[in-house]
Structure formats: structure tokens, C-alpha cells
């Protein structure tokens, strides 16, 4: 084997590793933007199960008291409604995030389709 193809063997095989290493680099940065993304949709979808029931319990403590003082019922009313409302908006919030997230790992597949087609004969 001559020297020049061991050579050029030699710069393949290190522009290989050299592209390979990049990309999993970038799929390491994806997957921890997605990661982050769960955990912002996991928390999320958390504070509206808590708004929401806590909605729910200030909404059975009004029926409870509707039968006492006419101003009681109103104010827990109107908390019972702040709460509902403050979960109609993160459930909202919540909807429009994972509608406009993009595909898993877009940037790397991108990425390695680009490599295909300058390898490909």
C-alpha cells in the first residue's frame, strides 16, 4: 500500500469521526431543548390541574354558603371564577407551545441529510 492512499485513508476516516462528532453534539443540544420543553409542558399542564380544582373547591364552598349572607356568595364566586379563568389561560398558553414547537431534532436531521446528499455519488 503506498504511502499517499494510507494518507488519504487516514484524512477520511478523521473527517468521519470529525462529522460524526459534530452531530452528536448537536443532538445533544437538541435533546436538551426538548427536555426543557417537556419539563415547561409537565409544569404547565401541573398549574392547570391545580387551578382547576382549586377552582372547583371555591365553586362548591359558594353553593355551600349560598344559603347564608348575600355578599358571601358573590366573593367566593368571583374567586372560584379568577381561578377557572387563570386555567383557561395556561390550558391556552399550554396548546399554543406545543403547537408551535418544532420537530424533534429538525436541526440534525437537517444536518445529516445535507451530509447524504454531499456523499452521495
Same mark, same amino acid.
Not at 32 to 43: D, K, P, Q, V
Not at 73 to 100: G, P, Q
Given at each position: 500500500?503506498? =504511502? ?12 468521519? @469521526?470529525?462529522?460524526?462528532? *459534530? ?7 437538541? !435533546?436538551?431543548?426538548?427536555?426543557? #420543553?417537556?419539563?415547561? =409542558? ?9 387551578? =382547576?380544582?382549586?377552582? %372547583? ?5 359558594? %353553593?355551600?354558603? $349560598?344559603?347564608? &349572607? &348575600?355578599? #358571601? ?5 368571583? @374567586? ?6 387563570? $386555567?383557561? @389561560? %395556561?390550558?391556552? #398558553?399550554? !396548546?399554543? !407551545?406545543? $403547537?408551535?414547537?418544532?420537530? $424533534?431534532? &429538525?436541526? *440534525?436531521?437537517?444536518?445529516?441529510? #445535507?451530509?447524504?446528499?454531499? @456523499?452521495?455519488?
Amino acid at each position: 500500500m503506498s =504511502a499517499g492512499l494510507l494518507q488519504s485513508a487516514q484524512n477520511l476516516l478523521a473527517g468521519l @469521526i470529525s462529522l460524526g462528532r *459534530t452531530r452528536f453534539e448537536l443532538f445533544s443540544t437538541e !435533546l436538551r431543548e426538548e427536555l426543557a #420543553r417537556l419539563t415547561a =409542558a409537565l409544569l404547565g399542564g401541573l398549574a392547570v390541574l391545580v387551578l =382547576a380544582a382549586l377552582g %372547583l373547591a371555591f365553586g362548591s364552598v359558594a %353553593l355551600v354558603l $349560598a344559603v347564608s &349572607e &348575600e355578599h #358571601r356568595l358573590m366573593t367566593v364566586c368571583a @374567586i372560584a371564577a379568577a381561578f377557572i379563568v387563570a $386555567a383557561a @389561560i %395556561l390550558a391556552w #398558553r399550554l !396548546l399554543r !407551545l406545543a $403547537a408551535m414547537k418544532p420537530r $424533534a431534532f &429538525e436541526s *440534525t436531521l437537517t444536518e445529516l441529510a #445535507r451530509d447524504y446528499e454531499a @456523499i452521495k455519488p
